[in-house]
């Protein structure tokens, strides 16, 4: 690498490099920067001025966005600074403006020597997308694939670190399949790295951010490609790679509203992609005056896993959005929207159906199947049952203060959205539930062989709240495990609700981020939970006695030269594999300590 190359590195690296002022990254920042600055020419029906309007706007990239801040009328505007148009190009372009100039796996220092084909991956342990099994979604890991007992959890310590540049956030959950790990970030890169060294094979730069678990599976028609592994982005966009080289083999966008994204990773069973759709619109609408709220609606995609090709689409809210009124700017507010779908779609196999959680409204009324558990039938998308745990829920983020634009509803609801993926689970006796924790706090058990019948509901917080349950739990043959934001992790018996221990967790002594709201991980014995202050904890799943501890909030020497640092660990949980532990460090889920590592631990 020539010394000119290693300079221009090091200063975009400077200026991209986690822990500055672009660890804003993923909050409201763009929003009301764009508020501030932007919105009184791009979207007021009244400006005299010919500007595109904020869903025009978000069609182009975040390098495009940026740029076009440097010229014409832009550059004798009073404000903004370079940070705030770096914010508002990530907010509304989907990637940080240059990011993918540093990001190239070529370009990094340990460069696997070879790369093998992957073989047949059933021979080696995985830990495949988000829930591991898509037939439970238990975040579980048996013993044999697990490599690791209760009994050496307290001997594990760091392996190996890898760093990723130019990110503030490690997105996504790893993926780890044929010795390999693979993983995306929010400068939408993808990475495959060799799972016992940590060297790099290839990297893939997405068009947007990329906060989906990755799945891997066979894929036909592609020539020498024989794996395949396929996430999505932010923009709505789902990508189908070759595993062993990282070659694009198809994408496709699955929504066209500007503000659509995929958060939740798409599931993937006998050849079909599922995909969850979500969207920002809660934020755009409560934080702009002159944004037309609402017109997103939630949706599951099936897709042909070998051509990207769309089998049916199903929206969660049936009827389409109507104009429902103008604010006192003339900008429309519409109804119905909303059941964004954020998480992971679980397969039932003995009834043919998937089984989603879906999130709030956002303008009233809220349609019966937001804040839902909802059966779509597998083959065709139609909806065998919903089954709406909050009722009257409309939301929007920004709103509740003296500030609150005209598109924040009168009845502000609580959010209570399932942030979460279902999990289904076997009981005694030939039963079965389905468990969802919900972000109040509380836990549904639903029958899923009698339309989603509520069989019991355990509320784990003394009182309902906002963000108590997040991304998910895990659950055994025996419990269900929830963190909890208020700083804690609890168990719950499957039969019937029952609490059966909460372990309490003591956040920092100084104002910041605490508490769990990411998703837990469970091996025999053991549930693992990675905390918004940046620890990864191993408990007791007998009774919840910390097993072990590590504080990934600091600098890390990266076996790929890159300067990286750990950090909050807001969303993904850890993935187990063969006796290593892969924690993706520097969530911040809007406030917290951005991060940019992989890490892995070992028994040792």
């Known amino acids: 690498m020539t010394k000119r190359i290693l300079m221009i590195l090091a200063g975009l690296a400077a200026i991209l490099a986690p822990g500055g002022k672009s660890a804003l990254a993923q909050t409201a920042a763009g929003a009301r920067a764009f508020e501030q600055y932007c919105a009184k020419c791009h979207g007021d029906p009244s400006s005299t001025v010919a500007a595109s309007d904020e869903l025009k706007m978000r069609s182009l990239t975040g390098d495009e966005i940026y740029a076009a801040l440097a010229k014409g009328s832009h550059i004798n505007m009073q404000g903004p600074t ?340 279902p999990v289904l689970r076997n009981l005694p006796g030939g039963h079965r539930v389905l468990v969802a924790g919900q972000k109040s706090g509380m836990v549904w058990g639903h029958d899923p062989d009698q339309e989603g019948t509520v069989l019991w509901k355990t509320q784990l917080v003394a009182k309902l709240a906002l963000g108590m349950i997040t991304f998910g739990g895990a659950a055994d043959d025996q419990s269900a495990y929830f963190g909890l934001r208020t700083g804690g992790v609890a168990a719950v018996r499957l039969t019937n609700g029952e609490k059966q221990w909460f372990t309490p967790i003591e956040g920092p002594a100084a104002p910041g981020p605490r508490g769990e709201t990411a998703a837990l991980t469970a091996i025999p014995g053991v549930i693992f939970s990675n905390s918004w202050e940046g620890v990864v904890r191993a408990f007791s799943s007998d009774n919840g006695h910390l097993l072990w501890e590590y504080n990934t909030a600091r600098d890390f020497e990266t076996v790929n030269g890159v300067k990286a640092k750990g950090g909050s660990m807001a969303a993904p949980g850890p993935a187990i594999v063969d006796g290593t532990v892969f924690v993706g460090s520097g969530y911040t889920f809007s406030v917290g300590l951005p991060g940019n590592v992989l890490l892995a631990f070992t028994a040792q």
Request: a neutral charge; hydrophobic letters at 35%; one cysteine or more.
């Open 82 to 421: 370079d940070d705030e148009k770096r914010e508002i190009a990530l907010s509304l372009g989907g990637r940080k403006p240059g990011v993918s100039q540093i990001t190239d796996s070529k370009l990094m220092t340990n460069r696997c020597s070879s790369n093998p084909p992957l073989g047949e991956l059933s021979a080696k342990s995985s830990w495949n997308g988000w829930g591991n099994d898509p037939m439970s979604n238990a975040r579980f890991q048996p013993a044999k694939a697990a490599g690791l007992t209760a009994t050496q959890v307290p001997q594990l310590k760091l392996k190996w670190a890898f760093g990723f540049p130019g990110v503030d956030q490690t997105y996504g959950q790893p993926t780890v399949a044929g010795g390999r790990v693979f993983i995306g970030v929010d400068s939408g890169a993808v990475y495959s790295i060799d799972a016992a060294t940590g060297c790099v094979y290839w990297s893939y730069q997405s068009d947007a951010s990329v906060r989906t678990a990755i799945n891997i599976g066979p894929v036909k028609g592609h020539g020498a490609a024989k794996q395949g592994i396929s996430f999505g982005d932010v923009r709505a966009n789902v990508y189908m790679l070759d595993a062993a080289t990282g070659d694009l083999l198809w994408k496709v966008k699955v929504e066209d509203h500007p503000v659509a994204r995929i958060t939740g990773a798409p599931t993937l069973y006998e050849g079909r992609l599922y995909v969850p759709v979500s969207s920002t619109e809660e934020r755009a609408g409560g934080m702009s005056s002159v944004y037309p709220c609402c017109t997103f609606r939630g949706s599951v995609v099936a897709l042909d896993a070998n051509t990207g090709k769309q089998i049916w689409k199903t929206y969660t809210v049936a009827q389409a959005p109507k104009a429902a009124g103008k604010t006192s700017k003339g900008v429309t507010i519409w109804t119905s929207n909303g059941g964004a779908v954020w998480s992971s779609p679980t397969v039932d196999v003995k009834r043919h159906a998937l089984y989603i959680g879906t999130g709030d409204a956002y303008t009233p009324p809220a349609a019966a199947t937001t804040d839902a558990i909802m059966a779509l039938d597998m083959a065709t998308g139609k909806i065998l049952w919903a089954h709406q745990d909050t009722e009257n829920d409309a939301w929007l983020s920004g709103c509740g203060s003296q500030n609150s634009v005209e598109n924040c509803p009168k009845d502000l609801g609580p959010d209570y959205d399932f942030g979460a993926s």
